[in-house]
């Protein structure tokens, strides 16, 4: 017998006769509370996460009601003359598109290649929730492409819903760490806290190095 057979057979007897060993009472501690939770009321969560991103050179627009961001994209196409842009097909998209012509978005699908997300003059996605203490977006991502859509067009969009806003990353554990627990989940989350920047060279700010150069974040409600 090996020293790992030695080993691992000493684990099971010990897991295999707790009470014998003197483990029968212990129990899983509790999730230590690194940031505490103040529960801050709307507002303030808004103007944190805005006044953050814009920190980091972040575009954010409010927009009361779903009409006000469709007619806030359109302007934002007709302003940057994007001729197109490419959207993952989600529920929020579809809605906030609805106002588009048919030829002015494209549908991006898994078959998509990088070489065509790339050459897509800008990409909506979808935040599954907000960190307003870092301007974060927290995205899930089940597919490659899907995570490209993140990083090769040059200027991201993503819509989310003012409630989707929550204080820090533990606030916002509870829904990401079900979305990720689900049988079917696939993938991995991304955080995307402002638009690609460095500044490896001579400390000079750089914007677009790694990923796209302009993030504008729409939030609805």
Same mark, same amino acid.
């Given at each position: 017998m090996s020293s790992r057979d030695v080993i691992l057979q000493r684990i099971r007897s010990g897991l295999t006769n707790a009470v014998v060993a003197g483990?029968? *009472?212990l129990h899983e501690p509790p999730v230590p509370e690194v940031w505490p939770r103040t529960n801050p009321e709307s507002a303030t969560l808004v103007s944190q996460f805005r006044t953050e991103l814009e +920190?980091? +050179?972040?575009?954010s627009i409010l927009c009361p009601? =779903? #009409?006000?961001?469709?007619? $806030?994209?359109? $302007?934002? =196409?007709?302003?940057?003359? /994007?001729?197109?842009l490419g959207s993952l097909d989600r529920p929020l998209t579809r809605e906030l598109t609805? *106002?588009?012509p048919v030829d002015r978005v *494209? /549908? &991006?699908t898994s078959d998509w290649t990088p070489p065509q997300i790339e050459q897509l003059p800008a990409g909506l996605?979808? #935040? *599954?929730a907000l960190l307003a203490d870092t301007g974060s977006c927290v995205v899930h991502c089940s597919t490659a492409t899907e995570r490209l859509m993140c990083y090769l067009p040059? &200027?991201?969009i993503v819509v989310a819903r003012v409630n989707q806003l929550a204080e820090h990353l533990p606030a916002a554990w509870a829904p990401i760490s079900k979305t990720c627990a689900a049988k079917d989940s696939r993938g991995e989350i991304v955080l995307i806290t402002g638009p690609s920047c460095t500044a490896d060279i001579e400390k000079i700010l750089i914007l677009g190095v790694h990923g796209p150069k302009r993030l504008v974040v729409l939030l609805v409600g």
């Open positions: 483990f029968a *009472d +920190s980091l +050179s972040g575009e009601t =779903m #009409a006000d961001a469709r007619r $806030q994209l359109a $302007q934002l =196409m007709e302003t940057a003359t /994007w001729p197109r609805a *106002d588009l *494209d /549908w &991006v996605i979808v #935040a *599954d040059p &200027v991201c």
